[in-house]
């Protein structure tokens, strides 16, 4: 009887341990949301507009115009940005993340990975992590940018797949996150980054009539790769404040069901040692009876 009184005492404090770290880690991640969720508040409004003009003015473009970060080619090769974070802990997150990759390979893009021709670019280590386990082809190379998240890393990656795209060494390129909605919600969506979308124009509608100025020329050489900077760095920070509020609901559960495993194991706790107590008193009683007999 002793040994379970220690053996339910000993979990007890292990889960009062365990809770202490889930509180803590909730606390941070609450505090690391408010950052995160501010940076995406603000950045969103400006980087959809921006997208929403940019598809607009290529929709309204003269057929004459040539465009080469808006032509759609027979696709052979394809590139995937892949957006998860650093560290677990932070429920279904990641795998959701990595789900809807490889299922947006298997439905659109099956053809092309038979062949090796679709490559993975991880932002995030459990994404990388993840498919270098499975057999993708995963690049390595922006793996860290939540090391020190900046406009300027991010703009690299853009660039590079910008670049890519342009000499013909994939011909669709699509990012894969999470958009924040909310600290208990995310939206995983796969987004087409390269060649970049044009927008239906509704039936009946008239044709935009811009005026340009400078020459449509310069200006969309000028305009196209920094709304597309902008574009994957919306992606990036909405997938950081999605980990965090991922994180924090996930720590917050954690926390309750060590509540519940404490109420259980004290319960368990009283039941035993009412019963110890019990046995001993039955002992004594017992053992004086003895002696009067």
């Given at each position: 009887?002793?040994?379970?009184?220690?053996?339910?005492?000993?979990?007890?404090?292990?889960?009062?341990?365990?809770?202490?770290?889930?509180?803590?880690?909730?606390?941070?991640?609450?505090?690391?949301?408010?950052?995160?969720?501010?940076?995406?508040?603000?950045?969103?409004?400006?980087?959809?507009?921006?997208?929403?003009?940019?598809?607009?003015?290529?929709?309204?473009?003269?057929?004459?115009?040539?465009?080469?970060?808006?032509?759609?080619?027979?696709?052979?090769?394809?590139?995937?940005?892949?957006?998860?974070?650093?560290?677990?802990?932070?429920?279904?997150?990641?795998?959701?993340?990595?789900?809807?990759?490889?299922?947006?390979?298997?439905?659109?893009?099956?053809?092309?990975?038979?062949?090796?021709?679709?490559?993975?670019?991880?932002?995030?280590?459990?994404?990388?992590?993840?498919?270098?386990?499975?057999?993708?082809?995963?690049?390595?190379?922006?793996?860290?940018?939540?090391?020190?998240?900046?406009?300027?890393?991010?703009?690299?990656?853009?660039?590079?797949?910008?670049?890519?795209?342009?000499?013909?060494?994939?011909?669709?390129?699509?990012?894969?996150?999470?958009?924040?909605?909310?600290?208990?919600?995310?939206?995983?969506?796969?987004?087409?980054?390269?060649?970049?979308?044009?927008?239906?124009?509704?039936?009946?509608?008239k044709k935009a009539d811009f005026i340009f100025e400078p020459a449509k020329e310069i200006l969309i050489a000028e305009l196209m790769p920094k709304i597309l900077n902008t574009q994957l760095y919306k992606a990036v920070l909405d997938g950081n404040a999605s980990e965090h509020g991922a994180r924090m609901t996930a720590m917050d559960k954690a926390s309750e069901n060590a509540n519940e495993l404490l109420k259980t194991l004290?319960?368990?706790?009283?039941?035993?040692?009412?019963?110890?107590?019990?046995?001993?008193?039955?002992?004594?009683?017992?053992?004086?009876?003895?002696?009067?007999?």
């Amino acid at each position: 009887m002793a040994g379970q009184l220690k053996e339910v005492r000993i979990r007890i404090k292990s889960v009062q341990s365990t809770q202490q770290i889930t509180k803590a880690m909730k606390m941070v991640s609450a505090a690391k949301l408010r950052r995160a969720q501010d940076a995406i508040t603000q950045m969103r409004p400006y980087a959809q507009k921006l997208q929403e003009l940019l598809s607009n003015i290529i929709s309204n473009i003269d057929g004459g115009a040539s465009i080469q970060l808006a032509e759609e080619r027979a696709i052979e090769k394809v590139l995937l940005i892949v957006v998860t974070s650093d560290r677990g802990l932070c429920g279904a997150y990641n795998a959701n993340v990595i789900k809807l990759a490889k299922s947006t390979i298997a439905e659109k893009y099956a053809a092309q990975q038979s062949k090796g021709n679709v490559a993975i670019w991880n932002i995030g280590k459990k994404g990388y992590e993840a498919f270098v386990k499975a057999g993708y082809n995963a690049d390595a190379t922006y793996k860290d940018i939540y090391l020190n998240l900046s406009f300027e890393n991010v703009q690299a990656a853009a660039q590079a797949a910008t670049k890519a795209f342009e000499n013909k060494e994939f011909d669709a390129v699509e990012i894969i996150y999470s958009e924040f909605k909310n600290a208990a919600t995310q939206r995983f969506v796969a987004e087409q980054f390269l060649p970049i979308p044009k927008i239906a124009a509704p039936t009946g509608s008239k044709k935009a009539d811009f005026i340009f100025e400078p020459a449509k020329e310069i200006l969309i050489a000028e305009l196209m790769p920094k709304i597309l900077n902008t574009q994957l760095y919306k992606a990036v920070l909405d997938g950081n404040a999605s980990e965090h509020g991922a994180r924090m609901t996930a720590m917050d559960k954690a926390s309750e069901n060590a509540n519940e495993l404490l109420k259980t194991l004290k319960l368990s706790y009283n039941r035993a040692r009412q019963a110890a107590i019990t046995t001993e008193l039955t002992e004594i009683v017992s053992g004086a009876a003895a002696l009067q007999g």
